[in-house]
């Protein structure tokens, strides 16, 4: 079994910065790539930002140029993303994603974290 436990949430100011972070525990053989999802109340949940095993980062358009998303380079078992310029618009629970083989003869399996709440108000 895999846990994700993400941390780094909380309340700022329009224009600025928190860094969350996600740290994938337990059996682990492979961790592919690493993903930042977030959900607002009464919307459905959404892609921020996904890293490759290799470190190759992509961005949906509303965060380029304020998101980094970074990876550790050692375990590669933890993701992390900086957030800048936040906006009231960016309120919301973001969630940390993977898929993960447990074994060399197991699947590739999907995995969540629990969700921290960021929220962008003056």
């Known amino acids: 079994q895999v846990q994700l436990v993400e941390s780094g949430g909380g309340l700022v100011q329009p224009g600025g910065s928190l860094r969350l972070s996600c740290a994938a525990s337990?059996?682990?053989?492979?961790?592919?790539?690493m993903n930042w999802y977030r959900q607002a109340p009464g919307k459905q949940r959404e892609l921020v930002a996904s890293i490759t095993r290799d470190g190759n980062p992509t961005y949906t358009d509303f965060v380029k140029g304020r998101f980094t998303i970074s990876r550790d380079n050692a375990k590669r078992t933890t993701v992390y993303l900086e957030m800048n310029s936040l906006k009231p618009e960016d309120t919301a629970v973001y969630y940390c994603?993977?898929?993960?083989?447990?074994?060399?003869?197991?699947?590739?399996?999907?995995?969540w974290g629990q969700g921290t709440q960021v929220t962008v108000s003056s």
């Open positions: 994603n993977t898929e993960v083989r447990e074994s060399f003869w197991s699947d590739r399996r999907g995995y």
């Open positions: 337990g059996i682990i053989y492979t961790i592919y790539d």
